[in-house]
C-alpha cells in the first residue's frame, strides 16, 4: 500500500470482519487432518506447552509488548511446515481471545491475522525449500517475511478498530517494535536450527539467552522511565516559571490581565490551524505568555499613563521588546522564544520596531503573535479607551493584512475566530479574567 | 480430579510463604453443583450417560464463565473448553489413547468395555483425537492426560496460589511485573 492512500472503509470492513474469521476458520480446519495423524502429536504437546510457556514471557519496550510467541511459531513452521505454525497460532489465538481481549470480531480478526502470516510464511517456506537458497539464508529471509505480513496484517485490524490510517498504524508498529520483533524472529530461526541439530536441549540456551534479555531491556527501560520522571519535572517547573513571569507582566498592568495568556492561546490556536507541529504550535503559546516581559522595565506612569503618550514616552514603550529579549537572553532561558520576544512588533511592510524587519523575514511566531497580540489589544478594554467588538477588530485586521500583517496569516486568523460561536469565545475571554469584551456591535 | 496437582500446589504456595486467608467467593455456584449432579447421574444411568456428561461440562463452562473476572478461571476455561469440544465431537465421552494407557498401573477393562462413563477407547473413528487423552504423564500420579488438561493443571495451580494469598498474575508476568497485587 501506498502512503496517503487511505483503504476504503467498506473493503477494510470486509477484510478484517469477513476475511480474516473465514481464513481463521479455513486454515484450522485445513490443518486438522494432520493434526489428527498420530505421528504429529508429539509436537502439537511440545508446541503447546512451549507457547503456553512464551506467551507469559514478554519484553517489555514504552511501546510494544513482544512475546517469544512469533518465534516458537516461525520455528514450527520451519522444523515441521505450516500445520505445526497454525498450531502455535490457534493456541495463542486462545490464549489472547480468553486471557487478555473481549469482543468476539476482535478476537477472531486477531487469529486470522496471526492465522493468515503463518500460511503465507508457510507457503512461502515451501517454495523455497524447492530453491537452492541456503537454509539459513532462507531462514533470515522467511524471518523477516513473517514479520513484514504480520506487520501489515496486524495494521490493518487495529487501522480498523481505532479508525485509524493503516498506513499510519503500521509505520507507527514499524517505528515502535521493528528492532526487537526482527531479533526475535531471528532467535526463533537459530532455537529452530539448533533444536534440529541438537534436540529439544538446545532450547535451554535460547530461552536464558531470551530472559538475559527481557533483564536488560527491563533495567534500561526503567532507568529511562526514570529520566523521563526527571524531565517531566523539569517540564512542570518551566511552565511554573513561565506562569510566574506571565503572572508578573500581567501584575504590572492590571487592565491588561490575562493579556498574556490570550495572546498565547490564540497564538497556538493560529499556529494549529497552519498545520505546525505539536512542539511549535507549544513554542507559539509560550512565546504568546513571555512576548510583553520587556514591559517590566518600563516605568509605571508611562505604562499605565491614561491618555496619549508623549514622542518621548512612546519611544520608551518602543524599548519593550528589546528590554524583554536582553531578560530572558540574560537568563539563558527559552532561547528558541527569543524571535517572538523581539519582533512581535514588526510589520509586514517593515515600518515595525524593534528592528524594521519586513515581510519573511519576520520569524513566523512573531508575525502569528504581531496577530494575536493585536487582537487581542483591541479588543480588550484599555485605560484610555473601550474595546472593540470582535467582528469591528476582525475587519480591522482585514483591512491591514498585507501592511501591517502577513496577508496569509491574518486570512486564517479572521477564519479561525469567526468558527467561535458567541459562547466559545466568552469562555476564552472568561477563562484569562477578562469578561467585558464586547462581542458584537451593540452586545456587551 | 488431579489432587496431586492442587496438593503440589499447596505445597508450592506455602513455601512462597502463603497463608489460607480466606475462601474464595465463587458466583453461580449452583451451576457447579448441577454439574457435579449430572456427573453422578451419568454414573447411576449409563445408557444416558453420555448426554450427562456433555451437559455436566457445558454447566462447568457456565460456571467458569460466571468467575471469569480471575485470570486462573479464564486459564481454566481454555482448558475446559477443549476437552468440552473434544467431549461433544465423541458423544459425550472422552477418548483414551490406549497405546499411552497400558503403561498405566490399573485395570483399563472398564474403558475397553465401554462401562466407563466419561472414557472410551480411541480408534481411528474419534474425533478431534489430538485434544483427547494422548499424553502420558509418570508423575505425580501416573495418568493420561489431553492437552486441555494441561491448561486445567496451570489454572489449578494459579487458583491455589491466589487462595494462598500469593497470586501470580500471567498477564503481570507478561508486562514483566513477578507477582499480582495483593488484593
Known amino acids: ?444 | 480430579m488431579s489432587i496431586d496437582i492442587i496438593l503440589l500446589s499447596f505445597v508450592i504456595a506455602l513455601l512462597r510463604g502463603g497463608r489460607l486467608r480466606e475462601v474464595p467467593k465463587f458466583a453461580k455456584l449452583r451451576f457447579l453443583i448441577i454439574s457435579l449432579l449430572l456427573q453422578g447421574c451419568s454414573a447411576l444411568f449409563p445408557a444416558m450417560g453420555g448426554l450427562f456428561v456433555s451437559l455436566s461440562y457445558l454447566f462447568t463452562l457456565l460456571f467458569f464463565y460466571h468467575n471469569r473476572e480471575h485470570e486462573d478461571i479464564r486459564i481454566f476455561m481454555i482448558g475446559w473448553s477443549l476437552n468440552a469440544v473434544t467431549i461433544w465431537a465423541n458423544f459425550g465421552k472422552m477418548p483414551l489413547d490406549l497405546e499411552q494407557a497400558r503403561k498405566l498401573p490399573y485395570s483399563l477393562e472398564p474403558v475397553i468395555n465401554g462401562t466407563d462413563f466419561k472414557h472410551s477407547v480411541l480408534t481411528a473413528d474419534s474425533n478431534l483425537p489430538f485434544l483427547a487423552d494422548i499424553i502420558y504423564m509418570p508423575f505425580p500420579i501416573a495418568r493420561v492426560i489431553s492437552i486441555g488438561d494441561l491448561f486445567i493443571m496451570l489454572g489449578a495451580f494459579l487458583l491455589v496460589q491466589r487462595i494462598m494469598n500469593k497470586p501470580i498474575s500471567l498477564k503481570g508476568l507478561r508486562e514483566g511485573r513477578s507477582y499480582a497485587a495483593r488484593n
Open chain 1, 1 to 444: 500500500m501506498l502512503p496517503g492512500i487511505k483503504l476504503p472503509q467498506a473493503l477494510q470492513r470486509f477484510i478484517v470482519r469477513v476475511c480474516y474469521p473465514v481464513l481463521a476458520v479455513l486454515l484450522i480446519v485445513t490443518a486438522i487432518p494432520t493434526w489428527e495423524s498420530r505421528t504429529s502429536w508429539n509436537t502439537l504437546v511440545f508446541y503447546t506447552i512451549l507457547s503456553l510457556v512464551v506467551s507469559f514471557l514478554a519484553i517489555k519496550t514504552p511501546n510494544v509488548v513482544i512475546t517469544l510467541n512469533n518465534a516458537v511459531t516461525f520455528s514450527a513452521i520451519l522444523l515441521y511446515g505450516t500445520w505445526a505454525g497454525v498450531w502455535c497460532a490457534t493456541i495463542e489465538s486462545l490464549i489472547i481471545a480468553f486471557l487478555f481481549r473481549s469482543g468476539v470480531s476482535k478476537i477472531l480478526a486477531n487469529a486470522g491475522q496471526l492465522l493468515s502470516t503463518v500460511w503465507i510464511v508457510g507457503w512461502t517456506h515451501e517454495w523455497l525449500l524447492r530453491t537452492a537458497l541456503p537454509p539459513v539464508l532462507a531462514d533470515l529471509l522467511l524471518g523477516l517475511l513473517y514479520f513484514a505480513v504480520n506487520t501489515l496484517l496486524c495494521s490493518l485490524g487495529i487501522a480498523y478498530f481505532s479508525k485509524l490510517r493503516t498506513w499510519t498504524v503500521a509505520k507507527s508498529l514499524v517505528k515502535s517494535g521493528t528492532c526487537t520483533y526482527v531479533l526475535v524472529m531471528v532467535l526463533g530461526g537459530i532455537g529452530a536450527r539448533l533444536m534440529e541439530s541438537h534436540g529439544i536441549a538446545s532450547l535451554l540456551p535460547v530461552l536464558v539467552m531470551f530472559l538475559a534479555m527481557r533483564i536488560i531491556f527491563q533495567q534500561y527501560f526503567h532507568n529511562l522511565n526514570r529520566l523521563q520522571q526527571k524531565m517531566d519535572e523539569v517540564r512542570r517547573l518551566n511552565d511554573t516559571i513561565l506562569a510566574a513571569m506571565a503572572a508578573s507582566i500581567d501584575a504590572r498592568d492590571p487592565y491588561t490581565h490575562g493579556h498574556s495568556y490570550r495572546v498565547a492561546y490564540w497564538g497556538r490556536e493560529l499556529a494549529r490551524a497552519l498545520g505546525l507541529a505539536k512542539k511549535e504550535a507549544d513554542e507559539v503559546y509560550y512565546g504568546g505568555i513571555l512576548h510583553d516581559i520587556g514591559k517590566i522595565g518600563i516605568e509605571d506612569n508611562i505604562l499605565k499613563k491614561e491618555g496619549k503618550l508623549s514622542r518621548e514616552e512612546y519611544h520608551k514603550i518602543k524599548q519593550h521588546p528589546v528590554i524583554g529579549y536582553h531578560i530572558v537572553k540574560q537568563a539563558g532561558v527559552f532561547p528558541e522564544l527569543l524571535p517572538a520576544i523581539r519582533h512581535h512588533h514588526e510589520r509586514y511592510d517593515g515600518k515595525g520596531y524593534p528592528d524594521g524587519l519586513s515581510g519573511q523575514e519576520i520569524p513566523l511566531i512573531a508575525r502569528i503573535l504581531a496577530l494575536s497580540d493585536a487582537f487581542d489589544a483591541m479588543v480588550s478594554d484599555r485605560p484610555y479607551r473601550k474595546g472593540v467588538p470582535v467582528e469591528h477588530a476582525l475587519q480591522i485586521i482585514r483591512d491591514n493584512a498585507g501592511t501591517q500583517f502577513d496577508q496569509a496569516l491574518a486570512e486564517i486568523f479572521v477564519r479561525l475566530v469567526r468558527s467561535y460561536s458567541k459562547e466559545q469565545l466568552e469562555e476564552v475571554f472568561r477563562q484569562s479574567g477578562q469578561t467585558n469584551v464586547k462581542l458584537s456591535e451593540g452586545a456587551s
